[in-house]
Structure formats: C-alpha cells, structure tokens
C-alpha cells in the first residue's frame, strides 16, 4: 500500500482544495520543487500531482512548476500528473520530461476515443482519474456532474489498457473525514487494474482502514491535506502501510 503525497499546483503554487472549490484554496508553499524534495525526505516512494488551473482551462498551465519538481525528483521516485490534459501531444511531452505516468480525467469521460488513443500510444503509462459524487462521474475540474455511473466507466476503461485507477470521493475530498471504503472497495472488486484511493484521508486509523481492504485491489491512496496540517505523518503513515502488507523494510 503506497501513501502518496500530492502536490496540487494553482497559479505557480503549492495549494489544497476543499471539494474541489478554487476560491477557497489554501497556498502550503511558493516553492514546489522544494516541497517535492521534503515529501521524499519523508520516505515517499512516489508522487502525485494536479495541474488545478489546467483541470478548469483545459490545457497544461503550471508547467514550469511541474518542470522544476521532475528536475529536483530526477528518477529517484515515479511521480504522476493529471489536469487539463486533452492530446497526444501534450502527453508526449510530459512524458519526455520524465513523469511516469499521466492521468487523464475530465478527457477520458468525454472522449473516450482519446482515452483509447493514449493507451494503445504509451501503454503502461496511463491512468485515469474518476472523480465521483453519489456514485456519478464529474468532470471540469469537478464543477459538472454527469450521468455516468463510476463503476460502468472503470470497466470500460480497464479494457482500454489503463495502468490504473485512481477514485476521488469529491465529498470527502480537503475535508479531512476519512476515506469512502465502502464505494472504494465496490469500484475496485469486479476490476483486475489496481484502484488507487483519493479524497478524505485524515490520519493512522484511514490507512488502517485502507490496509484492510488491500486484497480487493486497492493499491495505495493519495493524501494532500493531512500531511501538510500534520494529522498525518507521512513517515509513519508509510511505515504502518508496509507492516500492516507485510512489506519488509
């Protein structure tokens, strides 16, 4: 089980959001690059972050801080981007730069050709983000609900050849009240892709939870707000994860 710092970028800026809402963003650092060298000071294994301005514009807008976290990274850990990110082109590049994997989300839901496309272009790099409220899927920067249903889409995705999963419980996202097991865990059962969890994790007792339910695919789980406020220490959230999976240290 991997807990995985994310580093939400908004106008140049280290920020987090509650549900999603830009107006009531909290800046944590001016400085990602150095943020992104604490969190594997920390004991990282991977990093996850989110272009915020691109999600709403529809097209990559903090490159530059991207571009400086993947130089102070190097290849010492994977590290994962997704936001506003809707061509072949714009994946090529960012993967030339050294990112790992590319998460494709408002784009897979409404052209899935897209989705299709990127996978059979970069296959093992490619995942894809769903970000759900009572089960359905949002998209724009989580300011539209459709009426898609999470589980019907990650199916259709999985046959795409996706790497992963990645579940956002938009309600419990920034709001630091635990994980959504239950929906979690009835997204990731019927699929054979790892599911990786998002939104709500608060402290030991969420990783706990989320260890517990490892074995039904659920791979690792994305933490923002906790780590940055401190209710979570992301050392000893890593360490609990490897005892709990029985991972030698």
């Known amino acids: 089980m991997l807990i995985?710092?994310?580093?939400?970028?908004?106008?140049?800026?280290?920020?987090?959001?509650?549900?999603?809402?830009?107006?009531?963003?909290?800046?944590?650092?001016?400085?990602?690059?150095?943020?992104?060298?604490?969190?594997?000071?920390?004991?990282?294994?991977?990093?996850?972050?989110?272009d915020l301005n691109g999600a709403f514009a529809g097209k990559p807008k903090?490159?530059?801080?991207?571009?400086?976290?993947?130089?102070?990274?190097?290849?010492?850990?994977?590290?994962?981007?997704?936001?506003?990110i809707r061509d072949l082109e714009t994946i090529e590049r960012y993967l030339d730069l050294g990112l790992t994997?590319?998460?494709?989300?408002?784009?897979?839901?409404?052209?899935?050709?897209?989705?299709?496309?990127?996978?059979?272009?970069?296959?093992?790099?490619?995942m894809v983000g769903l970000d759900a409220k009572g089960g359905k899927v949002a998209v724009n920067g989580w300011s539209k609900l459709t009426g898609h249903e999470?589980?019907?889409?990650?199916?259709?995705?999985?046959?795409?050849?996706?790497?992963?999963?990645?579940?956002?419980?938009?309600?419990?996202?920034?709001?630091?009240?635990?994980?959504?097991?239950?929906?979690?865990?009835?997204?990731?059962r019927p699929l054979h892709v790892p599911v990786i969890a998002s939104g709500g994790v608060t402290n030991l007792d969420d990783v706990r939870a989320l260890c517990a339910v490892e074995g039904e695919g659920i791979t690792g789980t994305i933490t923002g707000r906790a780590i940055y406020e401190g209710t979570l220490d992301l050392r000893a959230?890593?360490?609990?994860?490897?005892?709990l999976s029985g991972v030698a240290r």
């Open 150 to 188: 999470v589980g019907d889409l990650a199916k259709r995705f999985e046959d795409y050849g996706v790497e992963a999963i990645i579940y956002t419980d938009i309600g419990r996202d920034g709001m630091m009240s635990g994980v959504n097991i239950p929906a979690t865990v009835e997204l990731a």
């Open 101 to 126: 994997y590319i998460i494709i989300g408002t784009a897979a839901v409404k052209v899935p050709g897209f989705l299709h496309e990127a996978c059979d272009a970069f296959p093992g790099h490619i």
């Open 62 to 84: 903090n490159e530059a801080a991207v571009r400086s976290i993947i130089q102070a990274v190097g290849t010492d850990i994977p590290v994962q981007l997704g936001g506003g």
């Open 237 to 243: 959230a890593q360490a609990l994860a490897d005892e």
């Open 4 to 50: 995985i710092p994310a580093i939400d970028l908004k106008d140049g800026n280290c920020v987090r959001l509650r549900q999603g809402e830009m107006e009531g963003a909290t800046v944590f650092s001016d400085d990602p690059a150095a943020m992104a060298r604490h969190w594997i000071e920390q004991g990282a294994r991977r990093l996850h972050l989110v």
